[in-house]
């Protein structure tokens, strides 16, 4: 008479568990990541900006966000799937060298992404402020309604420090967007006359689509000389570290003011930010 020999269940290695674990880290923070991205263009979506999508004329934030969102939640998507249809052939894969790559890669992209974000986080707490001629407010998103969240809390740092500076002259440096009803440098001279700035302490840069541009045709437009050209800029606590970047490739002395983000809108605003730092880092001269 036979007898059953039992099955003795196959032990996990440690390192087994642990790639298991970063698998999981993985896949949780590539998803939440794409749910940011696509949060971010849901907020910015509209016709005209998803059109310039097409023809180019799109914001480079916005195109990236996009193609962002979508590329990591379709990646994510067919990763579950696999996981939940199609087990065996997902186990086979792990084991395969393009996916051992791939973790390894995103084991370094993990990394350099907390090591730039502490970065960033440690800049929003600019060092005094050194009085100088002018002052910069550097634009942001302008609705329908008015200027965005963003852009509000860099206006109400400004108009602080216009009210003590009273011989200040102000820079608002913003063009106007695909979706944005005026230029944001308008948008923000209505802003700052409306809470009692003299609109002759006010300089309109209206013709910039980025940081780049703003620090470029400011810098022009206060016919610096090209020496180290000190100045105020006021900016969120979230954007500091690349506009100090920039500031400084332009020929600026820039020192800061922050602008308060609301917490719910930061985790976004800092996703952006890391990519927005390797894209000047690299072309942003």
């Known amino acids: 008479m036979g007898y059953i020999v ?7 290695s440690g390192a087994g568990r642990l790639r298991a674990a970063f698998d999981i880290a993985a896949l949780t923070g590539w998803t939440a990541f794409g749910l940011i991205n696509l949060l971010f263009f849901i907020l910015h979506a509209s016709v005209t900006n998803v059109l310039g999508l097409f023809t180019g004329e799109a914001s480079v934030s916005f195109t990236f966000m996009a193609a962002s969102a979508f590329f990591m939640l379709s990646v994510s998507a067919l990763i579950i799937f696999l996981l939940v249809k199609r087990g065996a052939l997902m186990r086979r894969a792990r084991n395969s060298l393009p996916f051992r790559i791939a973790r ?3 084991a370094v992209l993990a990394a350099f992404f907390i090591v730039v974000t ?3 986080v440690s800049a929003s707490s600019p060092g005094p402020v050194v009085n100088t001629p002018e002052m910069l407010i550097l634009g942001a998103y302008v609705s329908q309604d008015g200027p965005s969240v963003t852009l509000q809390g860099r206006l109400e740092a400004g108009v602080e420090y216009a009210a003590a500076h009273p011989d200040v002259r102000i820079i608002v440096s913003g063009g106007q ?3 944005e009803p005026v230029s944001e440098a308008s948008a923000m001279r209505d802003f700052l006359v409306s809470r009692g700035i003299d609109e002759k302490r006010i300089i309109l840069e209206e013709y910039s689509h980025n940081t780049l541009e703003n620090m470029k045709n400011t810098y022009a437009k206060l016919d610096a000389g090209g020496g180290s050209y000190p100045i105020v800029v006021v900016t969120s606590e979230f954007h500091i ?3 100090s970047m920039i500031a400084r490739r332009v020929g600026f002395e820039p020192y800061f003011i922050a602008a308060k983000t609301p917490l719910g809108l930061l985790p976004g605003n800092y996703s952006r930010e890391f990519f927005g730092m390797i894209k000047s880092f690299i072309i942003d001269f």
């Open 6 to 12: 039992p099955m003795r269940k196959s032990k996990i």
């Open 104 to 106: 390894y890669l995103l």
């Open 118 to 120: 502490a970065f960033a």
């Open 177 to 179: 967007g695909l979706d």
């Open 241 to 243: 570290l690349r506009a």
